[in-house]
C-alpha cells in the first residue's frame, strides 16, 4: 500500500479495537505514538516517517499526547509529499480515537468533521462546506457588543482556513500563516483570489470596486454557497448604478444622493444586512459617506439590529465598521478593524479573516433584521379580490 493510499484511509478496525478495549490504559498514556502510528496498518508505508520522525528529535517512544495530535506534519524534514499526507491522516486516527491528556470526549467528538474534512481533502475532494461549517465555530447565538466587536474581527476563526498552495507560499514566513491550511475545492480557491489575485490601483473609483469585490465580496459570497442551503442569507449585492429601485431614499433635502455604493440584501433582495462606501483614493471621505449616506435609523431599515456592519474602502485600503443603533440623527461609524492595506498578500490575509468574522457576523443577526420592509418613493398598494376598494400608501 502506498502512502498516498494510506492517506486517504478510513480509520482501521484494529486500531479501534485495541483502543476501545484498552481506553483506560491509552488515557493514562500506554500506547506510544510509535505503537498507535504502526498500529494504523501498512508498515512498510509508516515506518519510514517513524524513522523520519525520530531522526527529526521526535521522541517516537514517549505517549501520545496533545502535542503529538497538533504536530505539522509538513515541518518533519525528510517526508515526501505522499509521506506528509499519510502522517496526517494517522494523526487525524488519533485525534478520534485517542482520549488522553485534557482532551475529552466531547473535545475528540468536536474534531471529528473538521479531521473528516481534511482528510477526504487529502484524497482530492473538494469539502468547502465542511471547512465552512468549521470556520464558522463556535456558532454565535447573538452578535458580539460593539466595544467588543474590535477583538473579534483580529481574532483568526479556531478552524484553519483552507487555501491553494500558491497562496500559502506567498504567506509563509508570516506570522498570519499558521492560520491557513493547504486544501482544494471552491472555497481555498476564492480564499486564494483573496489573497494573491493581481490587483492592480489608479486614480479610478473603479479600480477600487474591483478590488473589494476580490478581497471581500466574492469571499463573503463565497462563504454563503458553502452553507447548507437553508442556512444561506442569500447575500445579493447591489451597487448604486442610479436606478430607481433603491430601497433607500433617492436624494436628501440638499440633493445628495444617499444610496450606498454597495448593499448587500438578503435572498429576496430587499433586506439591508450590510453596506460599503468607495472613494478613488481617500478613505475619509469613504468613511464619511458611511455616516453621511444613512437613513434615520428605523425598524423598517434595519429591524432589532443593534448596528449595521459595512465598510469603506478607498484605493488600496479597507476598513470594517459598525455603524450603531439610532435615532433620527444617525451614529458616526465605529472602526472594527484596523486599516489594511490590500496592496500586501499579508494584510489582504488578514482581510481574509475579518471577511470570515463578517459573514459570522452576519448569521449572528439574521433573526433581527426586519421581516418586511418598504420601498422608499414606491406605492404600495391593496386591492380588494373582488374589486371593492383600493388602498394605497
Not at 491509552?26 to 509508516?46: E, K
Not at 500559502?168 to 500563516?177: K, N, Q, T, W
Not at 488578514?350 to 448569521?363: D, G, R
Amino acid at each position: 500500500m502506498t502512502t498516498h493510499a494510506l492517506a486517504t484511509l478510513k480509520p482501521p478496525k484494529q486500531l479501534k479495537r485495541v483502543l476501545a478495549a484498552h481506553r483506560v490504559r491509552v488515557c493514562l498514556g500506554i500506547v506510544t505514538i510509535r505503537q498507535a502510528l504502526l498500529s494504523v496498518g501498512a508498515v512498510d508505508a509508516i515506518s519510514p516517517i517513524v524513522a523520519a520522525l525520530s531522526e527529526s528529535g521526535y521522541d517516537v517512544d514517549a505517549e501520545v499526547g496533545g502535542a503529538f495530535r497538533q504536530l505539522d506534519a509538513e515541518q518533519v524534514a525528510g517526508l515526501t509529499v505522499d509521506q506528509q499526507l499519510a502522517l496526517k491522516a494517522a494523526i487525524r486516527v488519533l485525534v478520534l480515537y485517542v482520549a488522553c491528556d485534557s482532551v475529552t470526549e466531547s473535545a475528540v467528538a468536536a474534531a471529528a468533521p473538521a479531521a473528516a474534512a481534511a482528510s477526504m481533502a487529502s484524497a482530492g475532494e473538494d469539502m468547502s462546506e465542511a471547512y465552512c461549517e468549521q470556520l464558522l465555530l463556535p456558532v454565535l447565538d447573538v452578535a458580539p457588543r460593539l466595544e467588543a466587536l474590535y477583538e473579534f474581527f483580529c481574532t483568526p476563526p479556531v478552524a484553519k482556513i483552507p487555501v491553494l498552495g500558491e497562496a500559502l507560499s506567498v504567506l509563509r514566513g508570516s506570522s498570519i500563516a499558521q492560520h491557513f491550511v493547504l486544501a482544494r475545492g471552491k472555497l481555498a480557491l476564492a480564499v486564494s483570489d483573496s489573497i494573491c489575485h493581481n490587483l492592480e490601483f489608479g486614480a479610478s473609483k473603479v479600480w477600487t470596486v474591483i478590488a473589494e469585490q476580490i478581497v471581500v465580496v466574492s469571499l463573503l459570497q463565497m462563504l454563503d454557497k458553502c452553507m447548507p442551503v437553508m442556512a444561506r442569507l442569500g447575500l445579493v449585492v447591489q451597487r448604486d448604478e442610479g436606478d430607481p429601485t433603491s430601497l433607500m431614499t433617492v436624494k436628501s433635502k440638499d440633493g445628495r444622493t444617499l444610496r450606498p455604493d454597495g448593499v448587500l440584501r438578503d435572498i429576496t433582495g430587499r433586506v439591508m444586512l450590510a453596506k460599503w462606501e468607495d472613494n478613488a483614493g481617500q478613505l475619509l471621505v469613504a468613511i464619511n459617506d458611511l455616516h453621511m449616506k444613512n437613513a434615520a435609523w428605523t425598524p423598517l431599515y434595519y429591524g432589532d439590529i443593534a448596528y449595521l456592519p459595512c465598510f469603506a474602502a478607498a484605493g488600496m485600503y479597507l476598513q470594517f465598521f459598525a455603524i450603531p443603533r439610532g435615532g433620527v440623527l444617525t451614529q458616526q461609524p465605529h472602526a472594527i478593524s484596523p486599516v489594511l492595506d490590500l496592496s500586501c498578500a499579508e494584510e489582504r490575509a488578514h482581510a481574509v479573516v475579518m471577511t470570515i468574522k463578517f459573514y459570522q457576523l452576519l448569521q449572528a443577526q439574521r433573526k433581527l433584521y426586519p421581516a418586511y420592509v418598504l420601498r422608499a418613493g414606491t406605492d404600495l398598494i391593496a386591492r380588494h379580490p373582488r374589486g371593492l376598494f383600493e388602498r394605497a400608501l
